[in-house]
């Protein structure tokens, strides 16, 4: 939980404020290091891990088909 939240809220507005300063260069630098460990947490939490976020462990109701086809039903 600590790590979801560092790198999807602390991390962008750090990023925000170094942007605006002289460290331009290094925010750009910690927002895609902060993007590749969300996305990095994401696939193992959604992918790996079984946990009641897996793709696999979708819960039992009508929406189940689409979300296996990838599509909302219209």
Wanted: proline fraction near 7%; aromatic fraction near 10%; glycine fraction near 8%.
């Amino acid at each position: 939980m600590i790590f979801a939240y560092s790198v999807t809220v602390v991390a962008p507005v750090l990023v925000v404020v170094l942007v605006l300063t002289r460290y331009a260069r290094l925010g750009f630098g910690r927002v895609a290091v902060s993007m590749l460990g969300v996305l990095l947490f994401g696939m193992y939490h959604h992918y790996i891990l079984a946990s009641p976020d897996h793709v696999a462990h979708l819960p039992a109701s009508g929406s189940v088909p689409a979300f296996r086809r990838g599509a909302l039903p219209v």
